[in-house]
């Protein structure tokens, strides 16, 4: 529960300052989580394992070293998710126009991304013992969906405050 409650924080409540230009917002792109969906995939694990002199042990550093990584690409994931979500916040505040549609839709991305990265953290858990796939498919579509949306709302020579 308490990492529930962690995690909730976290993404909406995010560290650090927002944007503050529309070319922060274009320089947002889900290429940069490209590597993360293949991490773990088990093609590799399962190519190593043909490979002369490689061991038991030797599978076991590995996913725990790629699981060290992935979590790192996953702490960034909800960083960026929880700026672009802080910022569409922003430009609803500023707006002359109330977005009840918008503001219906962004908490139901938050959601839906709180929920995917608790799935996504237990699916970890699971692949590091070699009991599961991980999958943050869905992650990066909801990311993606946010970052467009958002983009949607700055027009592009247009900065944003602070």
Known sequence: MLAAVLLIRRVAVPGGSLPVTAEWIDELSIERYRPMMRLLDGGD??????????????VTRLRVQRCQIFRGYLRSLSCDFGRVCAAIKLVML?????????????????ALFIAGVMNVHFQLFLYRWGLCAVDVTN??????????ELRTLVPAAVPMGA
Request: positive net charge.
């Open 94 to 110: 500023q707006s002359r126009h109330d977005r009840p549609d918008l503001a219906g839709a962004l908490m139901r991305h938050q």
């Open 45 to 58: 694990l399962e190519f190593l394992r043909t490979q002369p002199g490689f061991t038991s042990k030797m």
């Open 139 to 148: 992650l990066v579509k909801i990311f993606d969906m946010m970052r467009l």
